[in-house]
């Protein structure tokens, strides 16, 4: 039971254009969502994170909308750079104050051509 | 830049080999994480800490693989014998509770199972 979705599973985009990436979930009790960034042959690294009371986040070329009735997120790069070619996760918690597990979508495989 | 050390970055093991990596968290990061992720880009929760104790470890888990965090030294993951269907990324993470589930990834410890 997959319990976050992504699509597309790869995309490609030129170079300047806005890439958009989606993501779904099923649980109604997750409450805080974050996309990492992972390049190859390194982990995944926090790229930006919307918790849900918040439809928006923004931070430089990287925004989160998010619809919390249709439980659906997506992320839009604008101005994609050819360093933006990575793979994108959207991941979702139910954040409490304790240590909580994040559970991953299987990802996004970006690639922007120059 | 990951402040999250893993290492050995690769090993090779044979099956039926005992496979260890080792994290240092962030530091002041009291909880960590240990996530199995697959070819297919799956990420699979194994096990977290708080200080020493575990809270959360998956089936999986508790039969071949063992973990622990001991004060004033690495945390570390084993497989006490290691088969073909292990060869994974395994990523170590380090949080700090309540911050909304905010994790910082190494760079992961490839293992390969011939």
């Known amino acids: 039971q997959q319990q976050v979705r992504q699509s597309p599973q790869s995309l490609t985009v030129w170079e300047g254009e806005t890439a958009i990436l989606n993501c779904s979930y099923e649980d109604s009790t997750f409450n805080y969502f974050p996309w990492y960034q992972q390049f190859p042959g390194e982990g995944p690294a926090l790229l930006i994170s919307i918790r849900s009371v918040s439809d928006k986040k923004e931070d430089g070329r990287f925004t989160i909308f998010f619809n919390k009735r249709e439980k659906k997120l997506s992320l839009h790069i604008t101005d994609s750079q050819p360093g933006d070619s990575a793979t994108y996760f959207c991941?979702?918690?139910?954040?409490?104050?304790?240590?909580?597990?994040?559970?991953f979508g299987k990802g996004t495989q970006l690639i922007i051509q120059p | 830049n990951s402040k999250v050390i893993q290492t050995p970055r690769y090993l090779v093991k044979g099956q039926g080999q005992k496979a260890k990596m080792r994290c240092i968290p962030e530091?002041?990061?009291?909880?960590v994480f240990w996530y199995q992720q697959n070819k297919n880009n799956e990420f699979k929760f194994l096990i977290n800490?708080?200080?020493?104790?575990?809270?959360?470890q998956i089936d999986m888990t508790e039969k071949r693989f063992s973990a622990e965090c001991p004060s004033n030294s690495p945390c570390s993951l084993e497989i006490q014998s290691s088969e073909a269907g292990d060869s994974a990324l395994y990523l170590c993470?380090?949080?700090?509770?309540?911050?909304?589930?905010?994790?910082?990834f190494g760079e992961g410890s490839r293992l390969i199972v011939v």
């Open positions: 993470a380090s949080s700090l509770p309540g911050s909304g589930n905010t994790l910082y």
């Open positions: 530091k002041g990061h009291p909880v």
């Open positions: 800490f708080q200080n020493q104790e575990v809270l959360q």
């Open positions: 991941a979702a918690s139910e954040a409490t104050e304790g240590a909580d597990r994040l559970t």
